[in-house]
Nanobody, 126 residues
């Protein structure tokens, strides 16, 4: 059974940085996955932020975070990171790590992801 545990959230000032981590376990070594970060702000729908393929390391980003966020993966540790720079108030949300068998689908529809972490709060405020 795949399990995902997020860490690294917190309170940061506008313009600041945070790095989120997603520790994954239970992956089948012969399969490939898309591991993604989603976020959900109060009163808004959950939206895809970024994803990375376990097959070849290809990365994907939502337009809102391109150039500011970087997703990466430490294979041996099976941990996926989301480096977030130049944070602003619109980035305030609960951030979730998720995984699905297969490749990333354009637009990062959350319904296609089978496994979810518990979420970590990111608050950008002065």
């Amino acid at each position: 059974q795949v399990q995902l545990v997020e860490s690294g959230g917190g309170l940061v000032q506008p313009g600041g940085t945070l790095r989120l981590a997603c520790a994954a376990s239970g992956f089948t070594s012969s399969s490939y996955y898309s591991i993604a970060w989603f976020r959900q702000a109060p009163g808004k729908e959950r939206e895809g932020v970024s994803a990375i393929e376990t097959s070849d390391g290809a990365t994907h980003y939502a337009d809102a975070v391109k150039g500011r966020f970087t997703i990466s993966r430490d294979g041996p540790k099976n941990t996926v990171y989301l480096q977030m720079n130049s944070l602003n108030s619109e980035d305030t949300a609960v951030y979730y790590c998720a995984a699905r068998h297969g490749f990333t689908v354009s637009g990062l529809p959350p319904d296609l992801y089978d496994y979810w972490g518990q979420g970590t709060q990111v608050t950008v405020s002065s």
